[in-house]
């Protein structure tokens, strides 16, 4: 039940990447970047009055070691399993070459490719979100899911060959069908990666483990710097190729050195 659950966790975040795009693009085109942006910090100032409400039941059970033995050790548990390690580089890998294509190249596509405004571009971040969204439950109604480490190459390698066709559509119809396929690789790639994560860990584990799948998001950091240098340079389809290529060769490498991550 471990791939289900993910996969219904990750459907919230994929219902607000359909309705947040649209809404954005729509409050840009309304009341211009400071009216959109007051909005936006009025909700998260809202969300941070809720989230003082909520209540934690204490744990029972508390332990004594300090943070820094608690990340040590789930370190050293993480370099003896192999499927660990590589679930998590395929999360730095996907966070270096995959994210940057929605988040940082996606408004270039759509200004100087596509050739619309802030509402053409909230649409084709909500085609994505759509192909994520759908991508979700088709997982979530799996049960026993299988070979579930072969479908995370599978779906890595769709999500950035997604990419290169996205590079060469100039057809704004074309980009959003291609955009719903890439949400769907999106969304199969991340409930995946934690599939294989929670199913390999033991208990105990699980929540060091998946720490250092959070650290595993700053990658993108590196991975938007880079993408918006080369989108300087040569424009955003030479990088979102250069992304491609880069992200299935490094997954390749990756999967034939960690023969485990097949096979988890």
Known sequence: RISTSVALINSGMNLNLIIGPLIGGILFEAFGPEGAYALISALYISSGVCALFIRVSRLTEQTRESVWRLVLGGLRYVKVQQALWAGLLVAVIINLTGFPFHTTLMPIFAKDVLGTD???LGLLISAFGIGAL???FALASVQNMKHTG????????VWHASMVVFSTSTSFPTSLAVLVVSGMAFSATLVLILTVLLRTALPE???RIMGLRVLAIYAHTFGSLSSGGMASLWGAPVAANINAVWGVTMLGLLAFIAPKLRRA
């Not at 072969?150 to 390698?157: E, N």
């Open 150 to 157: 072969r479908l995370l190459i599978v779906a890595v390698i």
């Open 205 to 207: 584990y699980r929540g």
């Open 118 to 120: 802030a509402r053409g």
């Open 134 to 136: 759908f991508g979700s």
